[in-house]
T-cell receptor
Framework: GAVVSQHPSRVICKSGTSVKIECRSL??????MFWYRQFPKQSLMLMAT?????????EQGVEKDKFLINHASLTLSTLTVTSAHPEDSSFYIC????????FGPGTRLTVT | QKEVEQDPGPLSVPEGAIVSLNCTYS??????FMWYRQYSRKGPELLMY????GNKEDGRFTAQVDKSSKYISLFIRDSQPSDSATYLC????????????FGTGTSLTVIP
């Protein structure tokens, strides 16, 4: 099956700093990638849809200036959490789509 | 009313048991139905994918969709300790679009 990777798998940062998370489709090209957020014992919440070469589409309630998404190529999308706060601590998961959605392993962000 | 309802469990069964996991939904427009398995601190992994109503079998796993009742099920036969994970149902109008609706997940533990 298709493989999606994320880096880093775990990151701890101080409040006020920015963190970049990478999502890569390793064996297929993905014109569309998705970014999700998951809190403990809760389901995935879609944050934004990222299309290669164009601006991301954000879900209602997600601050586009805080969660910067760049989909620079057909195999790479990045999510940058700017001026992170402790409430941004969460599990961030990306997925990449060809004829199905394939999820990355997730990135656990802890903001201290 | 939530689009997708899923009993969060937890569900605990002895090794070898048959496990039944279920989701109900409210939107009759859903055509694609997915089951994902998510191990702790990992991203979701696609297990089963079904279009419209009917059954689909893959090894020890069987997915059932009853669109008339807006009810989907995942059966696991001869359950193994390695099946211990959270199982998420998801559904959509398309297999790749951003309109994926996830259940909250059911936590399953298979006891040796």
């Amino acid at each position: 099956g298709a493989v999606v990777s994320q880096h880093p798998s775990r990151v701890i940062c101080k409040s006020g700093t920015s963190v970049k998370i990478e999502c890569r489709s390793l064996d297929f090209q993905a014109t569309t990638m998705f970014w999700y957020r998951q809190f403990p014992k809760q389901s995935l919440m879609l944050m934004a849809t990222s299309n290669e070469g164009s601006k991301a589409t954000y879900e209602q309630g997600v601050e586009k200036d805080k969660f910067l998404i760049n989909h620079a190529s057909l195999t790479l999308s990045t999510l940058t959490v700017t001026s992170a706060h402790p409430e941004d601590s969460s599990f961030y998961i990306c997925s990449a789509s060809d004829n199905q959605q394939y999820f990355g392993p997730g990135t656990r962000l802890t903001v201290t | 009313q939530k689009e997708v309802e899923q009993d969060p469990g937890p569900l605990s069964v002895p090794e070898g048991a048959i496990v039944s996991l279920n989701c109900t939904y409210s939107n009759s427009a859903f055509q694609y139905f997915m089951w994902y398995r998510q191990y702790s601190r990992k991203g979701p992994e696609l297990l089963m994918y079904t279009y419209s109503s009917g059954n689909k079998e893959d090894g020890r796993f069987t997915a059932q969709v009853d669109k008339s009742s807006k009810y989907i099920s995942l059966f696991i036969r001869d359950s193994q300790p390695s099946d211990s994970a959270t199982y998420l149902c998801a559904m959509s109008w398309t297999p790749t679009g951003n309109q994926f609706y996830f259940g909250t997940g059911t936590s399953l533990t298979v006891i040796p």
